[in-house]
């Protein structure tokens, strides 16, 4: 069965530094998903980015960098430089898919994040 | 603009008594879920359906009812044997099975 966590619960962090977000997933299928999505107090999920399983190239937008290491099964968020308005939960989440890329359509939450950045 | 409603966004609902939340996409997407939240916890999914007059369930469809009579909409229906029903109930869309998932804004309900 595929399971995400987020073991951080909680971060607090001034504005301007730079906060990692892990995620850790478990998954047995050779051919997955991996997504986050930020979820504001509004309550709103806002998508980030997905990334398939066969591309571990490391992605930045931004302020925003994901690490994606297969050999640790993860895929950690960075927020570099970071603002006030990046408060919020963050979520990292997992879609299995069959051997030929197509996902099952079902997505695996981690428990969150609650991301405080202060003045 | 084109997104996904969600509507009431606050639902109030007496014990014994069923309750519908309305879902309501144009982006033209095949595919629409909806998930609960619990306080402090990820996201679970309840249903799915990839296309019209087609639903699946998914993790916790316990007590919990849907339909997808139009592609646009998907709506959900808490019944009485929904033990524990309070928690924010976000619905999603996306163009195919499997795609990325796009959100709405959610709708908390309670129960008095």
């Known amino acids: 069965a595929q399971k995400v966590t987020q073991a951080q619960t909680e971060i607090s962090v001034v504005e301007k530094e730079d906060v990692t977000l892990d995620c850790v997933y478990e998954?047995?299928?050779?051919?997955?998903?991996l997504f986050w999505y930020k979820q504001p107090p509004s309550g709103e999920l806002v998508f980030l980015i997905r990334?398939?399983?066969?591309?571990?190239q490391n992605e930045i937008s931004g302020r925003y960098s994901w690490n994606f290491q297969k050999s640790t099964s993860s895929f950690n968020f960075t927020i570099t430089a970071s603002q006030v308005v990046d408060s919020a939960v963050y979520f990292c989440?997992?879609?299995?898919?069959?051997?030929?890329?197509?996902?099952?359509?079902?997505?695996?939450f981690g428990q969150g994040t609650i991301l405080t950045v202060h003045p | 603009d084109g997104g996904i409603t969600q509507s009431p966004k606050y639902l109030f609902r007496k014990e014994g008594q069923n309750v519908t939340l309305s879902c309501e996409q144009n982006?033209?997407?095949?595919?629409m879920y909806w998930y609960r939240q619990d306080p402090g916890q990820g996201l679970r999914l309840i249903y799915y359906?990839?296309?019209?007059?087609?639903?699946q369930k998914g993790d916790i469809a316990e007590g919990y009812s849907v339909s997808r009579e139009k592609k646009e909409s998907f709506p959900l229906t808490v019944t009485s044997a929904q033990k524990n029903p309070t928690a924010f109930y976000l619905c999603?869309?996306?163009?195919?099975?499997?795609?990325?998932?796009?959100f709405g804004p959610g709708t908390r309900l309670l129960v008095l």
């Open positions: 999603a869309s996306s163009t195919g099975l499997g795609e990325t998932q796009y």
């Open positions: 998954t047995r299928d050779t051919t997955y998903y």
């Open positions: 990334r398939n399983s066969f591309d571990e």
């Open positions: 989440a997992l879609s299995e898919a069959d051997a030929g890329g197509t996902s099952y359509g079902k997505l695996t």
């Open positions: 982006l033209n997407h095949d595919a």
């Open positions: 359906s990839q296309i019209v007059n087609d639903f």
